[in-house]
């Protein structure tokens, strides 16, 4: 059983469309945090959401942490075939645990 | 360049030949961590370390060593590798009580036979 539940773990959509993706757990994170994986290279991170209800805004990337910080959003705005690629959801448990629990994650494909 | 290396990307081996999977930061981060990513299951962490000679357990450590001899090294040792080792693995490092700012190695991508 995954502590992060990430859907959908797949997407697939044409280019302009708007797509969300979310993580979902039943535990409480300190902080959670969003990651892209290209091919053949390590993830590389996105955001850092730390306050229940904190939103933020990557360009046409929003991220949400929900009230409780249980789960989290991204959300994609006019996708565009750069944004194609894995994007993980990895939380803290506790401020200082010194380690992540990550999502299965989401491969995005946006079609030209 | 802040970053961390690991070699080799690429490895084939046979089952029961020891391996070593190595990694280096140049940060001067305190902590290093090595995961292993399977698809539907995401990332999952083998072993960590908080210093020099400190290591811990994560949570998939079985059949898997590490040693911290250099705050800079991190080396993944698979003592006797077999088929269900075969992954893609990621060493990462981050500075102390920061896990939400975890820097990630390229990965190794091992195949047991």
């Known amino acids: 059983t995954q502590l992060l539940e990430q859907s959908p773990q797949f997407l697939s959509i044409q280019e302009g469309e708007n797509l969300t993706v979310y993580c979902n757990s039943s535990?409480?994170?300190?902080?959670l945090q969003w990651y892209r994986q290209e091919p053949g290279e390590g993830p590389v991170l996105l955001v850092t959401v730390v306050t229940g209800g904190e939103v933020k805004k990557l360009k046409r990337l929003t991220f949400q942490f929900g009230d409780a910080r249980k789960d989290s959003s991204l959300h994609i705005t006019a996708a565009q075939p750069g944004d194609t690629g894995l994007y993980l959801c990895a939380g803290e448990l506790m401020a200082g645990a010194q380690k992540l629990v990550f999502g299965q994650g989401t491969r995005l494909t946006i079609n030209p | 360049e802040a970053q961390v290396t690991q070699n080799p990307r690429y490895l084939i081996t046979v089952t029961g030949k020891k391996l070593t999977v190595t990694c280096s930061q140049n940060?001067?981060?305190?902590?290093m961590s090595w995961y292993r990513q399977d698809p539907g299951l995401g990332l999952r962490q083998i072993y960590y370390s908080m210093n020099v000679e400190v290591t811990d357990k994560g949570d998939v450590p079985e059949g898997y060593k590490v040693s911290r001899k250099e705050k800079r090294n991190f080396p993944l040792i698979l003592e006797s590798p077999s088929p269900n080792q075969t992954s893609l693995y990621f060493c990462?490092?981050?500075?102390?009580?920061?896990?939400?700012?975890?820097?990630f190695g390229p990965g190794t991508r091992l195949t047991v036979l």
């Open positions: 990462a490092s981050f500075p102390g009580g920061r896990a939400d700012t975890q820097y």
């Open positions: 940060m001067n981060h305190e902590y």
């Open positions: 535990s409480v994170f300190s902080s």
